[in-house]
């Protein structure tokens, strides 16, 4: 019994032995994916080749894919003496995701070594339209010759209509070049600017979200600036409005200068504010850019700079962010937002009446009227406006402001008007009762 026993502890010794010395001799030739990029449930062959370099047989040799969520299966074999074997594990990953593929070597139950197969990447299944991915280009290439057909049309039609009025065209010819150069430089820029100011403070009033609001401030920002910008240009270059009406000059210097005073400014945030717009108007006409500091040519690139807080800024960049974090918040006072309005209501309905009479030989008039009754109350409000005109006054009534403008109507202008001129003459002489 002794001897049956020793010969069993000296059998186990022996296989022991033998199955370390037969690891030795056992190498990974390569681990590789068949692919890189597959869909989940989709299955991906790791191939795998083990070299056996001893006189015996080596084994149980097992073989572990890992990360699990792939779901391989664990393989179990036995390499002969001498043999290169070859192996295809099937892996079906059950999550996307980028996966390190490795595969893990156990031999008679210990860790033989781990060897890298490379990254597998795993996307989800595609939607249900992805089949009609190819139809798309076709869908866009119709679309785009609809909208040139469309485009054609409506442009040989605007070309017939601005045919058929080249008659009444030539007849503007003969408006003075200083009033036309000045109206489209000055006036243009100063109707549309003050225009989108009102549109961007009449949306601050609705509750929006913190980034939309943000927008709507740098937007308010950026139309005052223009209004500053052009209104210190024509300062320095022209320095005299030239509307038909004196009275009407007059008032709209009152409401350019109430937008301008709606946002109290120092001097110093003045001249940060007209370099910066000086700086957009260079870029803008693709001028000499060698003293431009700040780069940007439109509202969306200013917003960039603007809300930009985490770049390497420059003095220039830095003291316009100032200037707009401390006047921003300007805009968003319901006050201001209701004044911006009305003034963008008269000022459109004053130029409309003004370019209106300056064009009076290029716009078609409406009927004069038949009856002697109303011929006289035209001539009669004509003799009263020219004489209001002469002397500088504003027409206390004007018909023909209702007939051109239609709305807003003369009266409601003309209280908007009032009004402006009554906050200034109170502002003029607050310093003078201190």
Known sequence: MRLVTLGLVAAWAAVLVGATASAADLRVTSAALDTRKVVVGQPAQLLIQLANDGPGEIGPVEITVVPRSLAAPRETVTIPAGALRELEIETRPTQPGSFSVRARVVVGGRPFSTVDAGVLEVVDAPGAFAAYRDILPLGGALLALAGTLVTLIVTVWKQSQI???????????????????????YYGTMSGAIGQLASAARRLQIDAAAEEREHLLVRCFFFFGIVLHKDNEFSFGQGLLFLPDLWAEADMRRMIDEVLELVPLTQAQEAVIHKCFSDVAVLQRAGDSAAVTLKARNLYELERLLLDRFTNLREDHRRVQEVFDDVKDRFADPDAATLIQEIERAMRGLMEYEFTTMFSDFYRARPAPRSWRSRFRAWREARRTAGAATRGDRPTTLPAFDDIVRTPSWQETRRILE???????????RPRVG
């Open 163 to 185: 045919l058929d009025e080249t008659r009444r065209q030539k007849a503007a010819e003969t408006v003075s070049q200083i009033v036309l150069q000045v109206a489209r430089d």
């Open 419 to 429: 009004q402006i001129e009554a906050r200034r003459a109170e502002k003029e002489a």
